[in-house]
């Protein structure tokens, strides 16, 4: 069974998505923020998914999720514009600028090159910003609180604010991504990765969508990145680190490519696991969660979506 | 002096390179499954190369045989760790997406590097004996240690082996079928799960190889592999992935690209491997040394 | 039923009774991020989870010499959850305080870590007590009207400082100077302040060389090699861990410790580890007045041998840091004679305590970071191998820590101003 090509039905699980966002309004304050800082790095994982279903494995998307990180922290504690309102499209902004720039030299490579070629591009912003002494280095730099559209909530509302626009953001990134798989240029995707040549012969440049899905998930991760930044109140060049970016790659495979939500629920399931494992075994939460992994794989090797697709049909 | 010293530390660091990297190569290039557990392997071969030195000097055996001992370990390290991950983990998996098996191997990585440390916990291990029982010997005025010499012959000796094994022996020539045409090599009757095996154990034995030969210079401690993954990742796409020939040509351009930062300008040191290899991918989109391929229709 | 089992059930109820009587509050408990994974778990982590358990135990028996002979905290007893401060610090942060509940977290490595959390502590108003973490910017910037953050360890400040002093007051040739140091912020920060040191000391030296290795590269031959041809008289590196002990492996078999002066700031946590790898004569350092270079004391002599008995191996320096951060919280907290966070903030502000590494005084960052000597000597060791140093100069506080309104950076550049050395 190919991962669904139909999204018309997919409404409904960003409505499910919505739903589940509201509930997590009213849990305890460290899962709430668990799910935020998951929901924001899921926007990063549903980037990659979508250059997955071309085929393309992006070991390197950490480089917008940093972008996007680094604008609205540039902008929030070095220029001191502090609202939302700015800072986001800001994120998006810059990691389109630069999606576009790369986009033209990265759209003509696959496989593992892409892979290897995202990954080498993301290090180097690594090298930069820790050689950035006047950004923290390796240490970062912190972001002050932010406004929202003016307004400036006090201390004890913070939280819920950033909670309620990381929701609200993520669940119109899962939308907008939602639109582009419906597109033309989104279901064309599955063919980039089935046959380039035929889609070729069918007067499609596959280069272009490429080029295309690389720049919609460049400005999903850096949405992404902006919000992690404004909710944890930090960024470093960790976020460009290859381990992070492996993270995203592990969790668009863990959850499939079937839906748009579900790289951020699968992003929430592996943040649960690990902080459990953590709690429970501090000296073998690696274990834990690599076994996991390694049983997803096994057991679900269409990810964990396939779970949800079987049970539709 | 200084090109003298550049001249040196490029070869000495190109070795290493080499050695932490062909083992990647290798087991790309026939089996298509790029292996990040790689650093977990090295890791493991300095831990092992280390504790079995450790006993070695403590039952005060002569000195000159150390050598044996870490060549020794390193090899059943490698051999008992590569067939068991292979012959439990991997073989069900042949066949999956590379980057799913990607993904597997990376899990591998968690799982053995918490492995390693549940088994020699967090403490350094030091083997530093091997280190300095060759001495130095002076290029005008820059001692260097005999024993990062040994290493680039050790290089040498196991890039030769190999080309050797590949080309000149039965098992070797299968593996090139096997890397040729996976499906035509098995329908002429070769064994490719036997093959597949071999060459896992034999990139596994490499890595360990690399780390055992590293272990005396350094503290082994944990997360030593890490740092290691990502080099050997960068030293193979710049020769071209699955060539041992660009393991080769890979290892020196980004050793002596190392060398040249840290003497001339330290600041850089960095970024060199990585601006070469961004460079050489957009230049050869795949590597150096790597086989053009087909578009599939 | 007899009367005697009636007998018997009521009795050990009466013990039971009894010994809840003996704990009858709920017992303190700690969230401790040390690192238990990665590179820093060995050289840090480690030390410093083995230093938690042994004061902690040692504080619920009331086995301290005085002034910390009364048991527990306040009277109540200890208990430590450790958490790997190699996960996400924010999140884990967050889970210790808002699902664990902890009374108070005590702990970090990481400048990264401890700026990440910092504003955290004052937004969540969890007692949070820094251990280590190099960066001088925790309250120069990060957190600069803090109420609920401490930090009971100096900054990195005074190891650049006193390194310089050290190699000027010893007279060491320092007219080529040269670094290598890891090239993320504590390394950066490390040489920059060295070199601004030495512009302040007015050494007129020159630059031989610089060097940045990537964080555990593991192998220096090239740098190494860099080094020894530079014509360095004086090398300074802030190597610590697996780097620097892979750095002494590789440099002293090639002749650098006796072709340069070489200061290694972290040193000491390297002597116990490779004692007959370190050339004599190499500059060592513990980060302040630790291990080695404590000045003598019931408290210290206790210490040692407490930790020693139970971990088979004398503290290093970052296991004396967190015994100096449980002390002090144990300070503040019967100081403020109650259990209210905001209360024991309160008395923790400028406070002064006796620690093994002698006293600490809160008195910069409005009275949230302490300040404490530093010391440097060489390396020795006895007659038996035991590893020691000697030539050792120690300066005080004043001498090498910034006054309260200055940052370290602005104090350097001055030259710096207001600095007392005995």
Known sequence: MMPTLDFRRDHLFVAVLALLVIVGFFLPSWMRFLIQTAMASGLVALGVMLQMRAGLVSFGQGLFFCIGGYAVGLLAAKAGITDVALLLPAAALAALVIGLVLGLLLSRYREIFYAMLTLAVSMILYGLLVKAASLGSTDGFNIPAVSYFGFVPDQAARPDWSYALTGVVVLAGCLGALAYLRSGAGAMLDAVRENEIRLSYLGTSPRVLVFVVYAVAAVLSGLGGGLWAISSGHVDPEMTYWTTSGQFVFVALLAGRGSVVAPVMAYFLLELLRTYALDIAPNAWQLILGSAMLAVIVLLPRGLWSLVARART | ?297 | MTLKTVLAGTASLCLIAGAVQAQDQEPITLGIPVFLSGAASGPFGLPQRNAAEVIIAELNAGNLPAPYDTKGINGRMVEANYVDEAADAVQEYRNMAEREGVDAVVGYTSSGNCKAVAPLAEELQQLTVLVDCGTPQIFESVVTDPTYLFRTGPTGTIDSVGAARYLVDTGVDMSEVAGINQNYAWGQDAWADFTGSLIALDTGSDIATEQFPQVFAGQYGAEISALLTSGAKAIHTSFWGGDLEAFILQAAPRGLFARSAVVMTTGEAAMQRLPNEIPEGAIIGARGPYSYFAPESELATWFRDAYEKAHGQPPSYPAWKMAQALLGLKSAWEKAGSDDPAAIAKAFENLEYETPAGTVRMAIGNGHQAVQGIAYGTYKQDADGNPGVENVIAYAAECVNPPNDTTAAAWIEAGFPGASCN
């Open chain 2, 1 to 297: 002096m200084k090109l003298v010293a550049i001249l040196l530390d490029g070869l000495n660091y190109s070795a290493w390179l080499f050695l932490v990297a062909v083992g990647l190569t290798l087991i790309y290039g026939v089996m298509r499954i790029l292996n990040i557990a790689h650093g977990a392997f090295y890791a493991i071969g300095a831990y092992v190369c280390a504790s079995a030195l450790g006993l070695y000097y403590s039952a005060g055996l002569p000195e000159a045989g150390a050598f044996l001992m870490m060549g020794l370990s390193a090899l059943v390290a490698g051999f008992v760790v590569g067939l068991l991950i292979e012959r439990v983990v991997l073989r069900k998996l042949y066949g999956q997406d590379e980057v799913i098996m990607v993904l597997v191997t990376y899990a591998l990585f968690l799982i053995l590097s918490d492995a390693v440390k549940l088994t020699w916990g967090v403490e350094s291990y030091y083997v530093f004996q091997p280190y300095a029982y060759f001495g130095y010997i002076e290029f005008g005025n820059l001692p260097y240690q005999v024993y990062d010499l040994l290493v680039v012959g050790l290089a040498i000796v196991a890039g030769i082996g190999l080309w050797y094994w590949l080309n000149r022996t039965r098992t070797g020539i299968l593996m090139t079928a096997v890397v040729a045409d996976r499906e035509v090599a098995a329908a002429m009757g070769v064994n490719v799960t036997r093959i597949f095996a071999l060459t896992f154990a034999i990139g596994t034995v490499l890595a360990a190889v690399a780390g055992a030969a590293t272990a005396p210079k350094i503290a082994v401690t944990p997360g030593i592999g890490v740092e290691v993954i990502i080099l050997a990742f960068a030293v193979v796409v710049i020769g071209g992935l699955g060539s041992i020939p660009g393991a080769v040509v890979g290892a020196i351009f980004a050793g002596y690209a190392r060398a040249i930062c840290v003497h001339v300008a330290p600041q850089f040191e960095l970024f060199a491997i990585y601006a070469v290899m961004a460079v050489v991918l957009a230049i050869r989109p795949h590597g150096l040394f790597a086989r053009a391929e087909g578009r599939k229709i």
